[in-house]
């Protein structure tokens, strides 16, 4: 069973524009606020997303120069090949 969420002091333009929106889609206010809700929850926050970066235990054993560098040699050796 859900739970009662009460927002005040909500401008009344941005109200009416996400009724709107509510309409446009063929869904009820409340229908179409829970689903708001549910996608801005479902997303990671900024935060969550760089711990899960630092996280990680993969760690790239050469820097992008020197990627670039090989993939540069190795072409050059299919030239003159």
Do not use: C, W
């Amino acid at each position: 069973m859900g739970v009662l969420v009460q927002i005040r002091d909500v401008d009344e333009a941005v109200r009416e524009q996400l009724k709107a929106r509510a309409a446009a889609e063929g869904v009820s206010f409340n229908s179409y606020l829970r689903g708001l809700l549910a996608d801005e929850a479902a997303r990671p926050t900024r935060a969550e997303v760089l711990q899960r970066i630092r996280e990680r235990t993969e760690r790239a054993t050469v820097g992008s120069a020197g990627v670039v560098r090989a993939g540069r040699e190795e072409r050059a050796g299919q030239v003159l090949a």
